[in-house]
Every structure is written in structure tokens, then in C-alpha cells.
């Protein structure tokens, strides 16, 4: 077989000679061995990925509360910058490493403290990942492989989700990205410096969201020591180096963390024992693989895997019409049969299923037949070949990120798999280009062919599953797709010029690959997202998960809250749920919140709240928390003196109280209320000293805290100090006990 090789860079028709010119004509003109096309499509996809990531950010609001009230936090006080603390008085941090509050808080110090500071941030992340996967390709493919790499990555739908978002998944996508980037450097050079420098990277990726980020540091080692310049000694020499260089990079912060008293720094959000270690290899690291820390959020005590979804419910729930256990495996910790939260059953098609396949799966097909085939191709070329070596780091990338998150059984939720976008990118611009320069062979043009037509066969399923939506499209990316596969098998014998073949299938090709993902995107640009489990796109049928409907969120009480309460909006998912009604940790006996309905976490059409989706509501500039102005003034007047305005229990209850006021608000408890923090002699001793002024009962947010300390906590407030109801909110004064 005549296969052109891309062991250099391939020569390129129409380059213009070298000219001069200041950088802004560099800029617009690109360098000079490119095509005339390739700076200006180049910056129009930007400024495209640019557009759709920022436009309309502001009616998202403050996302997803848990994290921006610690961004908040981070703009007041630089020790909980440091920590990643929930409130400015440092009392608990969330449960992740810093680094991504980090960008955002500085926005928040520049710009001041809005939606607006909080979010644009995440969308310049993603257009600064489409642009480094760009120069991460066309170093090796040219601007044409680039240009569709990151096309893709710009467009697939959980991209466009999360990189409008204000989790930690966006900063950690592009430092991933980055350290694909420095791998190619090192791979074509050989220089330790790159390797290091990758080591940092991820060593960052570590501060940013823990281990998720070392899952591909396996296939970026594999690609350098198979495809490496040096010597193999030498070359495992340079690995250890950029070992060292990850420690480093991750080390320092940690050091700071365990050797700073307890008594100095906040309580380690999540963790069991306030230590960062524990939260990075329990309920960060192996609690997520095995299903050992299966509970929302960590910390509580070790084998409290079913806790926190049984006192969700006291029968078992069904996701979407898929049964799935409500409170956990019969003899301790995991998702039961195999099933596990929010993620679908686990298996080989989880990526495909109702849970995540209308979030990253739309080119999966195509980066795997991709993979194969630049494998195929490449298996005799030598061995520092450039296209084997890319398809080992983007594809090692791709299948072991992928089988983690198709096998883990604990806590595992669709925007997760952000992670694989870059990677799916990537293949799928390398392939095509690759394959397509060697299509004089029969062979070729059959994977090429099948290739086209196996990705609009998916998309046809994927928007088949949100059947009264759009359904004209369905037919249209399945005509395309037919038309070019048609035209790329019979091309040998119809004959023509390249160019002008070129010009038949490609409009084809994208309008098969890519309008599905587009109108997902589109779709979820024009949809507020809130709460802590974001969906991209419309309703879909679920198949077992916690079928999202647009907005998605772990909450629709108030945006970005979490389960539905007082002022929910009507949610829009389609998944039901048949569970009996139960009642909610920290809630008043009988009382679920409006929106949960005994259901989980589908829920009825209609239905307000839940886990679902739910739109969330208007953004802004300052962002909107749904509060009653009573219960804002309330706490305002009342900080003053005090270390925190006031207490609740769990981080998604007491988040919407800081935002609103901009006071420290105490999380009894961390994000879901289980964590060791305080004990009730510890809050007994803080009350006692005057350090917080009110303790706010259950309500629509609170999550957790029906067993432990916060329940204790939760007892002895109610029986010994005086309450009143404040905007719709039950409200007691620490300074005023029931015998006065």
C-alpha cells in the first residue's frame, strides 16, 4: 500500500513565501509555510468558540452556588484563597483542590465579584483549549487536521456545558490539553525541559481536580518512551525527571496544607479524618473507582457508602424507568448491581448510554475507527514515526480516561467526560486527514466511508432520543452522511480532480459529524444551567441515570440550588421516578422538598425541581440566589461582631445564604452535611463565645445532616433557642435561648 507518511510535515500547496510585516500582519497572516486560508479559519474558529462559549453566560447566574460561594469567599479573604475555603471565616474548604477557584477569584479581585467575574473566566479556558489542540495537531497534521480537531472539541456538547460553568473541569481540560502539547514537544525533540514542563502540568492538574488528572499521564509516558528521540535509558531518565517535576508542582501545596495546624486552617472539606491525603485517595480517589465512598459529597465515616442515598428515600428508586438503587449495595458501599450514581451501569457502552452519550459520544465512532486506522497504517513505520506516536498519546488518552469512567462504580457524573473531548478531537481531525491522503487504496476509502456513515447512523440515534426536538435533522445528517460515504467510495472510479472532491464531501462530512453537535451546543447556550449536575442539550430518554432535562442541575429550587424548594420552576426532564416518598436528611419529618417528590432523582414531567434539569432562572450581572430580601437584611445587620452571620447545614444550603449576603455563612457538615465538622461540643463552644449569630433551619436546599453531629447539632439548636420565620425561612437566634 502507497501511504504518504507524516513522518515530516507534509509539503503544503499554495504556501506563500516569507514576508514582512509587524506582528499584527503575522498575526492575520500566520506563518508562512501555511496555506491562505489556514490564519484566517484559524481565528474564525476562535472567535466562533469564543462567541458560543460567552454568549448569554450571564442567565446561568452563579452555576453551580457551591463553588461560587467559595470563589466569594476567595475575594475577601486571602487564606481561604489559599485553602479553597466555602466562607471567608474559613471554617471548611470544598471538597477538591484549589487551583481552579484560584482564576476565578482573581477575576473576582480584579473585576469585582459578579456572574459575570465568576463565569468568562471558564469560557476563556475553553477557547484557549480549542486553540492549544490546534497547535498541538498542526504541528504534526498541518492546519487542516487542526482545524478540525478543534472544531469538534469546540462544539461537542459537554464542552459547551462546562466551559460555561464554574466547576474545576474546565481549567483541568486545558491543562490537560497543555501537557498534550508539551508531550508532542518532547516526542519531536527530545529535550528533558518538555517533559517537565508536562510533569508541571499535571502536577497543576492535580491542584485543580486530584487524581482525575493523572489519568493521562499513563498514555502520555507510553507515547514518549515508544516514540521518544534518546535512548531508552536516557529516555526513562527524563520520565523520572518529569515525575519529579509533577511532585513538585502538586507537592508544594500539599505540604502547605498538612503542615499548617488544624487549629490555623479550615476543616479539609470531604475528607474523614481533616486530611488532604485522605481526600485525595478516599473519596477523590479509590471511593470513586470502587464504590466505597458512594455517598454526595464525602466525609462522614468510613463504610457510610449507602448512607446518603438511603435517607434519600426508604425504597429503591428507578432513574428514568432503569431500576436503580436508592440506598446502596446490600453489604456495604457502592452502587448496587453494578449501577452507579448519576452515571448510568457501568459497562463498555456506558459512554453511549442516555446518561452520557448525548454529551461527548456524537465522534466517538469516528476517533475510534480513527485510532484503528492510523494504527494499521503506521504499524511498520519506524519507530519515532509521528502519526503512531500521536495515535498513542490521543488514543491512550481516549481509552483508559474512557474505560474508567465506563468500569468505576462510585460517584461518577456526565460532564466528567469533558475530559475525553480533546482527545476525540484530536483523532478524529488526525484520521481524517490521514486516511484521507492515503485513499488511493480501496481499503482506506472504506474505513473513511464507514467512518462518515457509522457517525451519522449515532447521530441519528442521539437526536432520535429527544424525539419531538428538531426531528427534520435526524434526516438531514443521515442524507449527508449517505451522500459522502458515496462519494468517498466510488471517487477511484468516477475520477475528478482532488480539489474538487474535496469540495463535494467535505460540506457533507461536517454537516453529518458535526450539526447534531451543534444544535446540542446551541441549545445548551440558550438554556440557564444551575445546581451541581449540569446536562448539555435537551430532554433526552433515559435509559437509567438521572436523565437530565435542559439546565440540569442537582437542584431548581432557586438556581443553582439543590433540591427543589420554595420558588422551584417547573422542570422540563423526562425521567420519572416511583419512589415512596421519604423524607429528605435535615428536613422535617414528612417533608420532602417541592421538587423532589419522593422521586430520584428522575422525576414527573412537570414537576418542579429535582435532580433532573430545571432551567434555573435569570442571571445578571450580580447574580441571583432566589433569597427573600428579608432574610438578606437579616443577615447583613446581624454580622456585625461576629465570625460567621450564621449556620445551617451542608454547603448547598448555606451557599445561597453567603451569596446573597456576602457574609460568612458556617457549612455545618460540607457539602452534604456528613462530614466530622463541628462536633456539637465544638459548636456549643462557638456559640458560647458569640461567633455566630443564627442558625437557619432546614429548607429547600438542605441536603444531608439527617444522622451525626449536624442531626446533634441540629437537635439541641431547636430545643434550646427561640425561632422565627424570616422570608419564608426558619430562623434561630444563637444569642437567644428559649428560658429568656
Same mark, same amino acid.
Request: hydrophobic share 45%.
Given at each position: 500500500?502507497?501511504?504518504?507518511?507524516?513522518?515530516?510535515?507534509?509539503?503544503?500547496?499554495?504556501?506563500?513565501?516569507?514576508?514582512?510585516?509587524?506582528?499584527?500582519?503575522?498575526?492575520?497572516?500566520?506563518?508562512?509555510?501555511?496555506?491562505?486560508?489556514?490564519?484566517?479559519?484559524?481565528?474564525?474558529?476562535?472567535?466562533?468558540?469564543?462567541?458560543?462559549?460567552?454568549?448569554?453566560?450571564?442567565?446561568?447566574?452563579?452555576? *453551580?452556588?457551591?463553588?461560587?460561594?467559595?470563589?466569594?469567599?476567595?475575594?475577601?479573604?486571602?487564606?481561604?484563597?489559599?485553602?479553597?475555603?466555602?466562607?471567608?471565616?474559613?471554617?471548611?474548604?470544598?471538597?477538591?483542590?484549589?487551583?481552579?477557584?484560584?482564576?476565578?477569584?482573581?477575576?473576582?479581585?480584579?473585576?469585582?465579584?459578579?456572574?459575570?467575574?465568576?463565569?468568562?473566566?471558564?469560557?476563556?479556558?475553553?477557547?484557549?483549549?480549542?486553540?492549544?489542540?490546534?497547535?498541538?495537531?498542526?504541528?504534526?497534521?498541518?492546519?487542516?487536521?487542526?482545524?478540525?480537531?478543534?472544531?469538534?472539541?469546540?462544539?461537542?456538547?459537554?464542552?459547551?456545558?462546562?466551559?460555561?460553568?464554574?466547576?474545576?473541569?474546565?481549567?483541568?481540560?486545558?491543562?490537560?490539553?497543555?501537557?498534550?502539547?508539551?508531550?508532542?514537544?518532547?516526542?519531536?525533540?527530545?529535550?528533558?525541559?518538555?517533559?517537565?514542563?508536562?510533569?508541571?502540568?499535571?502536577?497543576?492538574?492535580?491542584?485543580?481536580?486530584?487524581?482525575?488528572?493523572?489519568?493521562?499521564?499513563?498514555?502520555?509516558?507510553?507515547?514518549?518512551?515508544?516514540?521518544?528521540?534518546?535512548?531508552?535509558?536516557?529516555?526513562?531518565?527524563?520520565?523520572?525527571?518529569?515525575?519529579?517535576?509533577?511532585?513538585?508542582?502538586?507537592?508544594?501545596?500539599?505540604?502547605?496544607?498538612?503542615?499548617?495546624?488544624?487549629?490555623?486552617?479550615?476543616?479539609?472539606?470531604?475528607?474523614?479524618?481533616?486530611?488532604?491525603?485522605?481526600?485525595?485517595?478516599?473519596?477523590?480517589?479509590?471511593?470513586?473507582?470502587?464504590?466505597?465512598? *458512594?455517598?454526595?459529597?464525602?466525609?462522614?465515616?468510613?463504610?457510610?457508602?449507602?448512607?446518603?442515598?438511603?435517607?434519600?428515600?426508604?425504597?429503591?428508586?428507578?432513574?428514568?424507568?432503569?431500576?436503580?438503587?436508592?440506598?446502596?449495595?446490600?453489604?456495604?458501599?457502592?452502587?448496587?448491581?453494578?449501577?452507579?450514581?448519576?452515571?448510568?451501569?457501568?459497562?463498555?457502552?456506558?459512554?453511549?448510554?442516555?446518561?452520557?452519550?448525548?454529551?461527548?459520544?456524537?465522534?466517538?465512532?469516528?476517533?475510534?475507527?480513527?485510532?484503528?486506522?492510523?494504527?494499521?497504517?503506521?504499524?511498520?513505520?519506524?519507530?519515532?514515526?509521528?502519526?503512531?506516536?500521536?495515535?498513542?498519546?490521543?488514543?491512550?488518552?481516549?481509552?483508559?480516561?474512557?474505560?474508567?469512567?465506563?468500569?468505576?462504580?462510585?460517584?461518577?457524573?456526565?460532564?466528567?467526560?469533558?475530559?475525553?473531548?480533546?482527545?476525540?478531537?484530536?483523532?478524529?481531525?488526525?484520521?481524517?486527514?490521514?486516511?484521507?491522503?492515503?485513499?488511493?487504496?480501496?481499503?482506506?476509502?472504506?474505513?473513511?466511508?464507514?467512518?462518515?456513515?457509522?457517525?451519522?447512523?449515532?447521530?441519528?440515534?442521539?437526536?432520535?432520543?429527544?424525539?419531538?426536538?428538531?426531528?427534520?435533522?435526524?434526516?438531514?445528517?443521515?442524507?449527508?452522511?449517505?451522500?459522502?460515504?458515496?462519494?468517498?467510495?466510488?471517487?477511484?472510479?468516477?475520477?475528478?480532480?482532488?480539489?474538487?472532491?474535496?469540495?463535494?464531501?467535505?460540506?457533507?462530512?461536517?454537516?453529518?459529524?458535526?450539526?447534531?453537535?451543534?444544535?446540542?451546543?446551541? *441549545?445548551?447556550?440558550?438554556?440557564?444551567?444551575?445546581?451541581?449536575?449540569?446536562?448539555?442539550?435537551?430532554?433526552?430518554?433515559?435509559?437509567?441515570?438521572?436523565?437530565?432535562?435542559?439546565?440540569?442541575?442537582?437542584?431548581?429550587?432557586?438556581?443553582?440550588?439543590?433540591?427543589?424548594?420554595?420558588?422551584?420552576?417547573?422542570?422540563?426532564?423526562?425521567?420519572?421516578?416511583?419512589?415512596?416518598?421519604?423524607?429528605?436528611?435535615?428536613?422535617?419529618?414528612?417533608?420532602?422538598?417541592?421538587?423532589?417528590?419522593?422521586?430520584?432523582?428522575?422525576?414527573?414531567?412537570?414537576?418542579?425541581?429535582?435532580?433532573?434539569?430545571?432551567?434555573?432562572?435569570?442571571?445578571?450581572?450580580?447574580?441571583?440566589?432566589?433569597?427573600?430580601?428579608?432574610?438578606?437584611?437579616?443577615?447583613?445587620?446581624?454580622?456585625?461582631?461576629?465570625?460567621?452571620?450564621?449556620?445551617?447545614?451542608?454547603?448547598?444550603?448555606?451557599?445561597?445564604?453567603?451569596?446573597?449576603?456576602?457574609?460568612?455563612?458556617?457549612?455545618?457538615?460540607?457539602?452534604?452535611?456528613?462530614?466530622?465538622?463541628?462536633?456539637?461540643?465544638?459548636?456549643?463552644?462557638?456559640?458560647?463565645?458569640?461567633?455566630?449569630?443564627?442558625?437557619?433551619?432546614?429548607?429547600?436546599?438542605?441536603?444531608?445532616?439527617?444522622?451525626?453531629?449536624?442531626?446533634?447539632?441540629?437537635?439541641?439548636?431547636?430545643?434550646?433557642?427561640?425561632?422565627?420565620?424570616?422570608?419564608?425561612?426558619?430562623?434561630?437566634?444563637?444569642?437567644?435561648?428559649?428560658?429568656?
Amino acid at each position: 500500500m502507497n501511504v504518504v507518511s507524516t513522518e515530516s510535515r507534509p509539503a503544503r500547496r499554495h504556501a506563500r513565501p516569507a514576508g514582512q510585516g509587524g506582528w499584527g500582519s503575522r498575526l492575520l497572516r500566520g506563518r508562512p509555510e501555511d496555506p491562505a486560508w489556514a490564519r484566517p479559519a484559524l481565528l474564525g474558529l476562535l472567535l466562533a468558540t469564543a462567541v458560543l462559549y460567552i454568549a448569554g453566560l450571564s442567565r446561568s447566574g452563579y452555576a *453551580n452556588e457551591f463553588y461560587a460561594a467559595a470563589v466569594q469567599a476567595g475575594t475577601k479573604s486571602w487564606k481561604a484563597f489559599l485553602f479553597g475555603s466555602l466562607d471567608a471565616s474559613n471554617f471548611i474548604t470544598v471538597d477538591k483542590t484549589p487551583a481552579s477557584l484560584w482564576v476565578m477569584e482573581l477575576s473576582g479581585r480584579i473585576f469585582g465579584f459578579s456572574s459575570w467575574s465568576l463565569l468568562v473566566p471558564q469560557a476563556l479556558e475553553g477557547v484557549a483549549t480549542v486553540g492549544v489542540l490546534y497547535a498541538t495537531v498542526r504541528r504534526w497534521f498541518g492546519p487542516a487536521a487542526a482545524l478540525i480537531a478543534g472544531a469538534v472539541l469546540a462544539l461537542t456538547p459537554v464542552a459547551t456545558l462546562m466551559f460555561r460553568f464554574d466547576n474545576p473541569d474546565a481549567l483541568l481540560v486545558l491543562v490537560m490539553t497543555l501537557a498534550g502539547y508539551t508531550t508532542t514537544r518532547a516526542i519531536e525533540s527530545g529535550r528533558t525541559r518538555w517533559i517537565m514542563l508536562t510533569g508541571a502540568l499535571l502536577g497543576l492538574g492535580y491542584l485543580t481536580k486530584m487524581l482525575q488528572a493523572f489519568l493521562v499521564l499513563p498514555a502520555f509516558a507510553l507515547a514518549y518512551l515508544w516514540a521518544g528521540q534518546p535512548r531508552l535509558v536516557k529516555r526513562v531518565g527524563q520520565l523520572l525527571a518529569g515525575a519529579a517535576a509533577l511532585v513538585v508542582a502538586a507537592g508544594w501545596w500539599v505540604v502547605i496544607d498538612l503542615l499548617t495546624p488544624a487549629a490555623d486552617r479550615p476543616y479539609v472539606g470531604g475528607s474523614t479524618d481533616n486530611n488532604i491525603l485522605q481526600l485525595t485517595f478516599g473519596y477523590n480517589g479509590l471511593g470513586r473507582l470502587d464504590g466505597t465512598e *458512594n455517598s454526595f459529597g464525602g466525609g462522614g465515616a468510613p463504610g457510610r457508602a449507602g448512607a446518603g442515598l438511603a435517607r434519600l428515600g426508604d425504597s429503591a428508586a428507578r432513574l428514568g424507568g432503569t431500576a436503580a438503587r436508592a440506598g446502596g449495595p446490600p453489604s456495604g458501599g457502592g452502587a448496587g448491581g453494578g449501577n452507579s450514581l448519576f452515571g448510568g451501569a457501568t459497562g463498555i457502552t456506558r459512554l453511549f448510554q442516555s446518561d452520557m452519550g448525548s454529551q461527548i459520544s456524537w465522534l466517538l465512532p469516528a476517533a475510534l475507527i480513527a485510532l484503528a486506522g492510523l494504527l494499521w497504517l503506521t504499524w511498520r513505520r519506524p519507530r519515532t514515526d509521528r502519526t503512531r506516536a500521536a495515535a498513542l498519546l490521543w488514543g491512550g488518552w481516549l481509552l483508559l480516561t474512557g474505560l474508567v469512567f465506563s468500569y468505576m462504580s462510585g460517584i461518577i457524573h456526565p460532564y466528567y467526560t469533558v475530559a475525553l473531548a480533546p482527545a476525540i478531537g484530536a483523532l478524529t481531525g488526525i484520521g481524517a486527514v490521514a486516511l484521507w491522503r492515503a485513499r488511493t487504496a480501496l481499503a482506506v476509502r472504506l474505513v473513511l466511508a464507514a467512518s462518515v456513515l457509522v457517525t451519522a447512523a449515532w447521530s441519528y440515534e442521539l437526536l432520535d432520543r429527544s424525539a419531538t426536538w428538531l426531528p427534520w435533522l435526524r434526516v438531514v445528517v443521515v442524507a449527508a452522511g449517505l451522500a459522502a460515504g458515496a462519494v468517498i467510495v466510488t471517487e477511484h472510479w468516477v475520477g475528478g480532480s482532488a480539489r474538487a472532491l474535496l469540495g463535494s464531501v467535505l460540506p457533507l462530512a461536517l454537516v453529518a459529524g458535526l450539526a447534531g453537535p451543534l444544535a446540542y451546543s446551541l *441549545n445548551t447556550v440558550a438554556t440557564a444551567h444551575t445546581g451541581a449536575l449540569p446536562t448539555a442539550g435537551p430532554s433526552v430518554t433515559s435509559s437509567g441515570g438521572a436523565g437530565g432535562g435542559p439546565g440540569g442541575g442537582f437542584g431548581g429550587a432557586r438556581p443553582g440550588a439543590g433540591f427543589g424548594g420554595p420558588g422551584s420552576q417547573a422542570g422540563t426532564g423526562t425521567g420519572t421516578g416511583t419512589g415512596t416518598p421519604g423524607r429528605l436528611p435535615g428536613s422535617p419529618a414528612g417533608r420532602a422538598p417541592s421538587g423532589a417528590s419522593g422521586h430520584f432523582p428522575g422525576r414527573a414531567a412537570g414537576s418542579a425541581g429535582g435532580f433532573g434539569g430545571g432551567t434555573g432562572g435569570p442571571g445578571g450581572l450580580a447574580g441571583h440566589t432566589g433569597l427573600s430580601s428579608a432574610i438578606t437584611k437579616l443577615l447583613i445587620s446581624g454580622a456585625g461582631g461576629y465570625r460567621w452571620a450564621a449556620a445551617t447545614v451542608g454547603a448547598e444550603s448555606a451557599a445561597p445564604f453567603q451569596l446573597a449576603s456576602g457574609e460568612p455563612i458556617m457549612a455545618i457538615g460540607g457539602f452534604n452535611g456528613t462530614d466530622q465538622a463541628p462536633s456539637l461540643a465544638e459548636f456549643k463552644k462557638m456559640v458560647a463565645a458569640r461567633e455566630i449569630h443564627y442558625f437557619i433551619g432546614a429548607n429547600g436546599n438542605t441536603f444531608g445532616g439527617g444522622t451525626g453531629d449536624a442531626a446533634q447539632i441540629t437537635s439541641w439548636v431547636t430545643a434550646h433557642f427561640t425561632k422565627e420565620t424570616v422570608g419564608g425561612e426558619t430562623v434561630y437566634n444563637l444569642t437567644r435561648p428559649v428560658s429568656t
